[in-house]
């Protein structure tokens, strides 16, 4: 059987970036929690979706997702100046370190401080891996039919 749009499958997968760094992961302490999810329902990122295509049961696969088909190209109108004394006084801000975001319905969105200034914090609105080109490597554990 091979897979199709509405088949709900488990992955297990490793993403890399260009440099190989892992980003993500399904094997934690020594044990595969692989991914699962309905294809073609827009659960996961738009390029992983069209890659397991066709796919069947034990099959390997490696793959990169260009930005735009991943987490979507930079936007730098999301990078957005707040005052400084906005964050916690007990925190040292700075560049590069991720902050959580509660959004008036309770979602939380991670933010990162790209600048830190005197008076203002520069934070970067855009999903941590937007502009980012990503790599998988992937193997279909199971395929059930809708």
């Not at 970036?17 to 044990?31: A, E, Y």
């Not at 692989?34 to 738009?46: K, M, Y």
């Not at 005052?83 to 959004?103: G, I, V």
């Amino acid at each position: 059987m091979k897979v199709q749009k509405g088949n709900h499958i488990k992955v297990s997968y490793e993403g890399r970036f260009d440099d190989g760094t892992v980003f993500d992961s399904s094997k934690h302490d020594d044990h595969d929690h692989p991914l699962e999810f309905e294809v073609g329902a827009g659960q996961v990122i738009n390029g992983f979706d069209m890659a397991v295509m066709d796919m069947q049961e034990g099959e390997e696969k490696e793959f990169s997702i260009e930005a735009k088909d991943a987490y979507g190209l930079r936007d730098p109108a999301l990078e957005k100046d707040i005052p400084r004394e906005s964050l916690p006084a007990d925190q040292e801000p700075k560049a590069d370190m991720m902050l959580m975001m509660r959004t008036p319905d309770g979602k939380q969105i991670p933010l990162r401080i790209a600048r830190v200034g005197k008076d203002t914090i520069t934070l970067d609105l855009n999903h941590p891996l937007a502009g980012k080109r990503l790599t998988f490597k992937i193997k279909i554990v199971e395929i059930a039919k809708p």
